[in-house]
């Protein structure tokens, strides 16, 4: 069952928002589950900035309506990560992203972020993040100049609810050019199903400071994931990397109705082209007589971008363990 069925179903229960005014988009939209090899691809290319904003006029999305889901459990460095704030956050077992297009060349869109939370310590349930992002890879959303200095980022956090994390390695590795081009192609919204209703007693001073404590923790919710759904989308644009499988709850169904258990949607697997892994696995195999041989290391996966689009090339070892090895380690 997909985080997208238990939405359907069941709503976003642990969050006390009603999602009831996107549940027709949610049924609708074209669904894809990444697959371990292509969620660890995406993990990296979101670490670098420069690379997403090289990616930015090729990357469009599929359909209309695209649902983009991934287990946690297969992106390591989000993983390890740990909570932002630990007392009202848990780590997600699933983590879905719904985007609809605002433009008719699907060039932009708004994203909303949903996740599921299982565990022996916590209540089975699903939360929402109670703000929306909003993309446009053809034109600036705002047209700002300057970068806020890190003492400004670290003021928009109250850290008496939201422990302040350490910038993403993403925008502590990007020159300015860079900062202002994620700066200017993202941004915050308003979720298209509204915001949670403090308790009708509140006075205003505390719903103001119930609206602060939310949007921060939202903020936090949506930690590193901007960067994981640009580089996922500009996977899935890439000449060479992305292919689907089909999973088709027909029959499934069918026996579900028998049943009278509610239907699930059909979807795809989205994961790495199997052409671009064969070509890897025999490029391992390869020696070159005329180059001493090499210590066995890791090539990162990377974009290349070209006149006709932006290709994918995978991450794979190299050289040979026979003659040593060269270890790197990426902190994110």
């Not at 879905?96 to 310590?121: M, N």
Request: hydrophobic residues 40%; aromatic residues 10%.
């Amino acid at each position: 069952m997909l985080l997208a069925d238990e939405l359907v179903q069941h709503g976003c229960d642990m969050s006390g928002m009603d999602i009831t005014p996107i549940k027709d988009r949610l049924k609708g939209a074209a669904k894809f589950l990444i697959e371990p090899e292509f969620a660890a691809a995406a993990e990296e290319l979101s670490a670098s900035y420069s690379g997403l904003v090289r990616a930015f006029p090729f990357c469009r999305l599929p359909f209309k309506e695209t649902w983009i889901e991934v287990c946690q459990h297969d992106r390591p460095r989000f993983l390890s990560a740990g909570i932002h704030a630990p007392g009202f956050q848990r780590s997600p077992t699933r983590v879905g992203f719904l985007c609809s297009a605002t433009r008719a060349d699907l060039s932009a869109w708004r994203t909303h972020l949903f996740w599921s939370l299982k565990g022996p310590d916590i209540k089975e349930g699903r939360s929402t993040a109670s703000i929306a992002m909003d993309v446009d890879m053809a034109f600036p959303l705002s047209n700002q100049t300057t970068l806020p200095d890190q003492a400004e980022i670290d003021r928009s956090y109250d850290q008496r609810i939201v422990r302040v994390a350490a910038p993403h390695p993403g925008w502590t590795k990007a020159d300015d050019s860079v900062k202002l081009a994620m700066m200017n192609h993202t941004a915050q919204a308003l979720t298209d199903f509204g915001a949670p209703v403090p308790p009708m007693w509140f006075t205003p001073p505390q719903i103001e400071k119930f609206y602060h404590a939310l949007f921060q923790l939202a903020r936090a919710d949506w930690a590193g994931e901007v960067a994981y759904i640009l580089a996922t989308i500009g996977l899935m644009n890439t000449r060479n990397a992305s292919d689907t499988v089909l999973v088709d709850k027909t029959e499934h169904n069918k026996k579900r109705a028998k049943q009278k258990q509610l239907p699930l949607f059909s979807h795809h697997r989205l994961r790495i082209h199997p052409k671009l892994s064969a070509r890897v696995a025999a490029a391992n195999k390869q020696t070159n007589g005329s180059h001493s041989a090499m210590r066995m290391h890791l090539v990162r996966g990377h974009w290349k971008v070209r006149r006709t689009g932006i290709f994918f090339w995978h991450p794979f070892a190299r050289g040979s363990a026979e003659h040593g090895t060269v270890e790197k380690e990426y902190v994110l």
